[in-house]
């Protein structure tokens, strides 16, 4: 062989690999097989790259583990998972409900993408309970789409009741659950179909991966999915997978920290005059209380809260005043991030009157006093705008 051949061909992938605690970050589209018998035997092997090599298969496996499920599917992005998972399971001639507290891009593709394909959209109201929202059904409804609580306003949906009126009436239901990150609140289990987080919020933890996933338990869901995923060509690289993997072993013990600052936090807001109303659901005479108690095993950093009534102005003088606190769309990661929800209430269905502007906190890993200091410096700011 020629040296150009040589360089080609040394150097190549080495079997078995040490043992490693994680999986190896298998780059990889080719894959080579071991004979021409098992070139075409798609079904007992990984025959192309986008199918998901080691990093890949193991998340999938911690993720089933997490959601107690039978399949789960992985996606570029959260909004990539929701997305896909509406695109397997619904088509032409098929009617969607979605609630109307729906992450706002989700409504977009509802609005978009579905109503151009044929798929018929309605927005039901969070407080719907079981028995109004099956009366709102027609013939041609095919799945509920929850979201619990909502991600701006943190309305709760008493989701086992609708999900087994959902069954009964052969619907299917699917719920972003990404505030629970999978492990506060088991979807599948409370008769559920399809459960979709966005891992690039806590699964990720650092604000710098994109990925998503949906879980199913049905066997029928399980291939649904993998369809979905094979016929758009969905893949996620190995070394993002791997980051979640990361993330998922600390998921645990970063939530609960998250859920005490945040308690605390809410708990300071609501001695404040500059505060109305605060939206956590730990707080006993919050909206939706009664339901997290009885279905979550904890809560994460992500609540909201509203500001006294004042001038407009008086809202920004107060974002742009915080130091500690970014101002971000996102959260989940260990960073503290602060956004006004007004703008993105207005495209609702039915916007709500929260009494005040609406003030959405991610409460991250700092402590949580130095956090109180900055709201406080950032209250004053507030009084000398109003
Ligand atoms: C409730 C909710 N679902 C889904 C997503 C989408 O996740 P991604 O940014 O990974 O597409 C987000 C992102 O903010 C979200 O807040």
Redesign the pocket.
């Known amino acids: 062989m020629t040296e150009e051949t040589r360089l080609i061909h040394s150097g190549l992938a080495q079997t078995p690999l040490a043992r490693t605690v994680g999986p190896p970050i298998q780059r990889g589209s080719t894959v080579l097989l071991p004979n021409a018998a098992a070139l075409y035997d798609h079904e007992s092997q990984v025959t192309y790259g986008r199918q998901g090599l080691a990093a890949q298969s193991a998340l999938m496996e911690a993720l089933a583990e997490l959601e107690h499920a039978a399949g789960v599917t992985l996606y570029p992005?959260?909004?990539?998972a929701?997305t896909g998972a509406l695109l397997a399971v619904l088509k032409a001639g098929d009617e969607v409900l979605v609630v109307d507290t729906i992450?706002k891009?989700?409504r977009r593709f509802c609005d978009t993408v579905l109503r151009r394909y044929g798929v018929g959209v309605r927005y039901y109201p969070a407080k719907l309970d079981a028995d109004a929202l099956m009366a709102a059904c027609g013939p041609a409804t095919r799945l509920i789409v929850l979201?619990s609580p909502g991600?701006l306003s943190f309305e709760f949906q008493d989701v086992p009741a609708i999900a087994a009126a959902a069954r009964a009436r052969n619907i299917l239901t699917l719920i972003?659950n990404?505030?629970a990150a999978g492990l506060l609140f088991k979807p599948l289990d409370h008769g559920v179909d399809i459960s979709v987080q966005?891992?690039?919020?806590y699964v990720g933890g650092h604000s710098d991966v994109?990925?998503?996933s949906a879980a199913v338990k049905a066997p029928n869901l399980v291939r649904a999915l993998d369809d979905g995923v094979l016929n758009i060509g969905w893949a996620v690289s190995p070394d993002d997978a791997y980051q979640m993997l990361r993330g998922l072993r600390t998921l645990a013990t970063r939530m609960a920290r998250h859920d005490r600052s945040a308690r605390q936090i809410a708990g300071w807001l609501k001695s404040r005059d500059e505060v109305g109303q605060v939206l956590h659901p730990a707080l006993p005479d919050a909206p939706g209380s009664d339901i997290w108690r009885r279905d979550y095993s904890g809560a994460c950093g992500l609540f909201a809260f509203t500001l006294s009534p004042g001038r407009p102005s008086a809202t920004a003088a107060f974002l742009d005043a915080l130091k500690i606190f970014g101002l971000g769309?996102?959260?989940g990661g260990f960073e503290s991030l602060a956004i006004d929800c007004d703008p993105q209430l207005a495209g609702r269905s039915s916007p709500g009157d929260y009494g005040g502007p609406l003030i959405r906190l991610h409460i991250g890993l700092e402590d949580p006093v130095d956090l109180m200091d900055d709201l406080d410096q950032a209250f004053a700011a507030w009084r000398a705008a109003t």
């Open positions: 992005s959260g909004l990539a929701l992450y891009p989700t979201e991600s972003d990404t505030w966005a891992l690039t919020k994109f990925m998503g769309f996102s959260w």
